[in-house]
């Protein structure tokens, strides 16, 4: 399985981006997947995750403000995000722990 994320870019503060992790498989349909960022000099932080049921969970940082869901017809999850701050900037990262695939990040930049 690869997972391709996509949908980063720079926007300013208070505003939205959709970002899109599409996997070459069915995997989404019997495996969680978690988004993941890391910011320059940061560790990595888990910032939401969706089971194979659909059950969501999100850092305490981004609730209220980022939304994980899933469309299994088409083997892509999304991460929408809204009202977006300057320390939401870092790579974000899909991952499907059950079989240790990453995807190959996609840049998020705030400006304030």
């Known amino acids: 399985v690869q997972l391709q994320a996509s949908g980063g870019g720079l926007v300013q503060a208070g505003g939205s981006l959709r970002l899109s992790c599409a996997a070459s498989?069915?995997?989404?349909?019997?495996?969680?997947m978690n988004w993941y960022r890391q910011a320059p000099g940061k560790q990595r932080e888990l910032v939401a995750g969706?089971?194979?049921?659909?059950?969501?969970n999100y850092a305490d940082s981004v609730k209220g403000r980022f939304t994980i869901f899933k469309e299994n017809a088409k083997n892509t999850v999304y991460l929408q995000m809204n009202s977006l701050k300057p320390e939401d900037t870092a790579v974000y990262y899909c991952?499907?722990?059950?079989?240790?695939?990453r995807g190959q990040g996609t840049q998020v930049t705030v400006s304030s």
């Open positions: 991952s499907v722990p059950l079989v240790g695939v």
């Open positions: 498989g069915n995997i989404f349909s019997f495996a969680a």
């Open positions: 969706i089971s194979a049921g659909g059950s969501t």
